[in-house]
């Protein structure tokens, strides 16, 4: 770094470009002369100088990539030593259907699963439930039973590839499905590679797919920490996500803010029911949102690395160089996604593709161009898919690790991020933790605060979004859009119908009652769900069961 003279010049030097320079270059051309701000409306200056990181830890804190606090990335040789996992959301209508579409998927190179289901299946309801009336198998695959869940990765052999469940609120009878048809391709549960979201606070904050109140639903998530722990030491336990919450609304610094306090008090309850910090955190994954705001994006994900590092380290203690790892899978922003001009959607979600692959990302989903208007089309995705390929093999961007390290203005932001995210955290811990700041509505009321404010931004014109509020040109009706067949779901309640009339009911009434009985008490789910998944209870039922002793949330936040 420099000394103290060296800085004061610096600092001249600056002062006399900005009042000589600059301002004789902007009586020439004014148009962009306002104050300009990052996503997150944090000022832009014209330049940066190392006169941004005085006073900082930037020496310490820059460090070495694959070294704490993992700024730089969490493995030494990121990208040149392997690329992040290949991994797009697929799944709609019947299991058969989801089935083909991840076979071509991984003929085209693919390198990871990732299952979107359907809405009744997301909040526990059987296709035939009068709730699941024109949902079955429209937004993600239609999975009642474990019959469903063997159509859907038939052919597929489990302990091949690295499989992704969004799912949150009914994680582990999805979890127990999955381990069931591990079982019966001779695949042991030790030997399965994935991750399940498994991550309810942000439904509460966010989404809305939520079953259970908060108490019973942080039961079952460290249900399966513990479970995991015993029989799955290569399974990702949970998938913290901040994905939903920067789709609601929030800005980038709001993201890192808000999942890594859902992170600190899904710790907080593992350690709280007798689990030792190291032997469950190296197993917790992250799940971010990727925007266009390219350089901002870019330093969120090295500030969110460096905070979650800190911690770990010294809010918990953990001594496992892993359980300090911050590891996470990105997704392009669905809701930068537009109608219009769909076709410049690929150059959206090449963007922010580049964020995430220069922040240093583990896995990778790229959306679709026709995301805002329907399910990707099989072009689509593959088009999708050659995004993030083009990228990894023609770009040159993996070629060294954390390539845009030392620029003044991503220092800067790093720095900024990072700071403004613990101030955040601090405000959350005052208000006793993320369960009461989600009852008071804090975090609601910030997110709904940011996403008025983007909106506004928009409207007024202070915001351009191409093709939208500009540069607008007369289209025709969309073509080529996928359709979902609306037979799917009396085909899904024909089948549903048809397995409850062949199974062995004596058998599923019995496994469903002991799974009553043993949620009265502090016992371990996962092994009576699993029971009741193996016998071809339903996913309803099993839900009905948890529902009838934990009861459901109903949302009242006073704003």
């Known amino acids: 770094m420099f000394d103290k003279e060296e800085m004061k010049k610096i600092k001249q030097l600056k002062k006399e470009w900005e009042n000589n320079v600059v301002q004789k270059t902007l009586e020439r051309f004014p148009e962009r002369k306002d104050k300009l701000v990052t996503g997150s409306g944090k000022e832009v200056e014209r330049l940066y100088t190392p006169v941004n990181l005085e006073g900082s830890d930037y020496n310490k804190e820059l460090n070495f990539p694959g070294q704490y606090p993992y700024t ?315 995004t993030q390929q083009v990228l990894a093999y023609e770009s040159g961007v993996t070629e060294t690790v954390d390539p845009l390290a030392g620029s003044y203005y991503i220092e800067t932001l790093t720095n900024k991020i990072e700071e403004k995210a613990l101030e955040y955290i601090e405000r959350i811990d005052k208000l006793g933790g993320v369960t009461q700041a989600i009852e008071k509505g804090f975090i609601q009321q910030e997110i709904q605060n940011s996403a008025y404010q983007y909106q506004k931004d928009i409207e007024e014109g202070k915001r351009i979004v191409v093709g939208v509020n500009k540069f607008k040109i007369n289209e025709g009706s969309p073509k080529g859009l996928l359709k979902v067949n609306p037979e799917v779901g009396r085909k899904q309640i024909e089948e549903l119908k048809k397995l409850k009339e062949e199974r062995d009911n004596y058998k599923v009434k019995e496994n469903l009652k002991s799974l009553e009985k043993a949620a009265k008490t502090d016992a371990n789910l996962m092994p009576l769900i699993l029971d009741c998944v193996k016998s071809y209870a339903t996913l309803g039922e099993i839900c009905d069961v948890l529902r009838s002793v934990f009861g459901e949330y109903k949302e009242s936040v006073k704003l």
């Open 72 to 386: 730089r990335g969490v493995q030494p040789t990121m990208y040149r030593g392997r690329f992040w996992t290949m991994r797009q959301y697929a799944g709609f209508g019947t299991a058969e259907e989801s089935n083909k579409r991840y076979k071509y998927l991984l003929d085209q190179g693919q390198t990871g699963l990732s299952v979107a289901f359907d809405l009744p299946t997301q909040i526990g309801y059987d296709s035939d439930h009068t709730m699941s009336l024109g949902e079955v198998g429209k937004v993600g695959v239609a999975i009642d039973s474990l019959k469903d869940m063997e159509m859907l990765f038939n052919g597929i052999p489990l302990d091949k590839v690295s499989t992704s469940m969004t799912i949150n609120a009914p994680a582990t009878v999805l979890l127990a499905m999955y381990i069931a048809v591990a079982e019966k391709q001779g695949i042991s549960p030790d030997k399965l590679n994935g991750t399940i979201q498994n991550d309810v606070l942000k439904e509460y904050i966010a989404r809305g797919t939520y079953i259970f109140p908060p108490a019973p639903s942080m039961r079952l998530i460290t249900n399966i920490f513990k479970y995991c722990f015993k029989e799955m030491p290569l399974w990702n336990t949970i998938s913290i996500s901040g994905y939903h919450i920067r789709e609601a609304g929030s800005t980038a610094i709001q993201e890192v803010a808000f999942t890594l306090a859902d992170g600190i008090a899904y710790v907080d309850a593992a350690i709280k029911i007798g689990l030792k910090v190291d032997d469950f955190a190296p197993r917790l994954s992250f799940f971010f949102n990727a925007h266009n705001d390219l350089l901002e994006e870019v330093a969120k994900f090295r500030a969110a690395r460096r905070l979650w590092a800190k911690i770990m380290k010294e809010r918990f203690g953990a001594k496992n160089k892993k359980s300090l790892m911050l590891r996470f899978h990105t997704q392009t922003a669905g809701c930068t996604l537009t109608a219009q001009q769909a076709d410049n959607n690929i150059v959206r979600v090449t963007i922010q593709a580049l964020a995430a692959v220069l922040g240093g990302t583990q896995s990778l989903h790229t959306n679709s161009r026709d995301e805002a208007l329907a399910l990707p089309a099989e072009d689509s995705v593959r088009i999708a898919l050659r």
